[in-house]
């Protein structure tokens, strides 16, 4: 693989006996704990997916990629997802009937994707919109969103972090720097794609 990163995507179906042989012991127990069904999906897709992106960069058998997920604070299997040993870095992302995955040998990478209400929920600007941001349509907002997201999850903070703290430039710029208001500023760089 190169400094390109691969983007996988696919819509949310119902599970298969196939899909779940994909699983291992911990992300089985994961799954279980999801009281709706479509939740269970969604993970049960998200590591699926997570698994043949690797596995074809890597030339393997898809239940042969080890993924380790351990948070870094507590060891329970909700961290960042990690490739030991691979040199890739990976990110996974689910909204509605929607799962996207990004794997790239370039370096950490962050995706998120979000279906669009419109308009957006109330309250969820003021989670978002940092000191002089403004979001003028839906889509508008929910870009900026994804970029938000995509941004914590490449860095390993997660939610940790609110997202009005979190600056991105532009929404009309294809590649651009990103920072942390506070803090030092990753080193991070994102490419948007639309499909």
């Given at each position: 693989m190169t400094s390109g990163c691969d983007i996988w995507v696919a819509d949310l179906r119902p599970e298969t006996a196939v899909d779940l042989a994909f699983l291992n012991e911990v992300e089985s127990r994961r799954r279980?704990?999801?009281v709706f069904a479509a939740d269970r999906a969604r993970f049960t897709l998200g590591v699926v997916l997570s698994r043949r992106a690797v596995a074809a960069v890597l030339g393997i058998d898809?239940?042969?990629?080890?993924?380790?997920?351990?948070?870094?604070?507590?060891?329970?299997?909700?961290?960042?997802?990690?490739l030991p040993a691979t040199g890739l870095h990976l990110s996974?992302?689910?909204?509605?009937?929607?799962?996207?995955v990004s794997v790239t040998a370039a370096g950490p990478v962050g995706i998120d994707v979000e279906r669009i209400d419109d308009p957006a929920p109330a309250g969820l600007h003021e989670l978002l919109l940092g000191?002089?941001?403004?979001?003028?349509?839906?889509?508008?907002?929910?870009?900026?969103?994804?970029?938000?997201?995509?941004v914590v999850k490449a860095t390993g903070e997660g939610m940790r972090v609110p997202l009005t703290s979190v600056n991105v430039a532009d929404l009309g710029a294809q590649v651009s720097d990103l920072s942390l208001r506070e803090?030092?500023?990753?080193?991070?760089?994102?490419?948007?794609a639309r499909w």
């Open positions: 279980a704990e999801y898809p239940r042969a990629v080890d993924i380790d997920r351990s948070c870094p604070r507590c060891g329970a299997p909700h961290g960042k997802t990690l996974v992302s689910h909204s509605a009937d929607l799962v996207a000191p002089g941001e403004t979001a003028a349509t839906p889509a508008a907002f929910y870009a900026l969103w994804c970029r938000k997201e995509s803090g030092t500023p990753p080193r991070s760089r994102y490419s948007a």
